[in-house]
């Protein structure tokens, strides 16, 4: 039997075959050592330094942890490896049959004979198992491969529905009561400035003036070089948030208040999201009733009922 040493640490039976090939390197570097001091064999996985194996019996020591069930799949890997060592580099090692073997062995076929052959039926049924698991294991990569492809294209189809859906709202008149449209991501409202506005100016100048304001930070958006975040850790991942300490942003609080501050900080987030390479506004599909991206089963949905609806006759 196998010791239970590194079971804190176990492999998966995937990738014995791969700790497998490491193993049997480092024995035939000679840095697992078989050979024990008195010319017998050893086992340099198991715990007791006093081992004296002969050639055929640690074969067969090694094929047996191999083969079973008890030991840590290391374990198991580790006693394969040795067992294609001993088979592969050290079979010109093996203790020579008796010369005259006893009458009760000779009957009983030869017993050293029969204990080699033995362990080497065990050892190649060891290899077409092992051969049987890295089929499987090919067998379904092959199969996870196919899925992924097909969920790759499946994802670039519905970004090319979203994209077509997007360019036929586009081109749909708007309705200021219209619940499933195209919002701008990054892109300022104007109506939230000439609502801050309407508190500083009189109404002859209050559009101008709020077009102007909107304009210039709109701007300020698109400034690759303002780059107003930081790094924080959410929930074990990483996540870019807007740095409230920024100075631009904290004389756009104290000069204009919260709400315009709000839409400043929001529009910088979608950038930040949808675009940050490019800073300018991105077209998406947005359901304004929940303020939300909308999903495409809504949008359809959405398209055949106002399809649906007779359009009421102008007087």
């Known amino acids: 039997m196998g010791s239970k040493i590194d079971e804190e640490s176990d492999i998966s039976d995937s990738e014995m075959n791969e700790y497998k090939e490491v193993t049997y390197k480092l024995l035939k570097f000679r840095t697992h050592k078989v050979r024990a001091p008195n010319g017998k064999f050893r086992c340099p996985f198991c715990g007791d330094k006093e081992q004296a194996f002969q050639y055929t019996l640690l074969l067969q020591h090694a094929i047996r942890v191999a083969e079973g069930s008890e030991d840590s799949a290391k374990q198991r890997a580790n006693h394969f490896a040795m067992a294609t060592y001993l088979v592969t580099d050290l079979a010109d090692e093996a203790e020579p049959p008796p010369a005259s073997p006893p009458p009760p062995e000779a009957e009983s076929g030869g017993g050293f004979q029969n204990a080699m052959n ?15 698991k890295e089929d499987e294991l090919q067998e379904k990569e092959n199969e996870l491969s196919c899925v992924i ?53 009189s109404s002859l100048h209050v559009d101008a003036k709020a077009a102007q304001l909107c304009s210039s930070w709109q701007e300020k958006l698109k400034n690759p070089e303002w780059h107003p975040f930081r790094v924080q850790d959410l929930k074990g991942s990483s996540k870019r948030v807007v740095k409230d300490e920024d100075e631009m942003l904290k004389g756009l609080r104290n000069e204009w208040g919260d709400e315009i501050y709000d839409a400043v900080v929001t529009a910088l987030e979608e950038v930040q999201e949808y675009n940050s390479s490019g800073c300018y506004p991105v077209p998406e599909l947005w359901n304004f009733k929940e303020n939300r991206k909308a999903k495409l089963e809504e949008v359809i949905n959405y398209l055949f009922t106002q399809l649906k609806t007779p359009k009421r006759k102008r007087a």
């Open 118 to 132: 033995s362990a080497q039926e065990c050892y190649q049924r060891l290899v077409e198992k092992l051969k049987e």
């Open 149 to 201: 492809l097909k969920e790759l294209k499946s994802n670039d189809e519905l970004q090319e529905a979203r994209k077509a859906l997007i360019q036929g709202l586009k081109d749909m008149p708007s309705e200021s009561s219209v619940v499933i449209g195209v919002k701008k991501m990054g892109e300022l409202d104007l109506k939230t400035f000439i609502k801050a506005c309407r508190k500083r100016y």
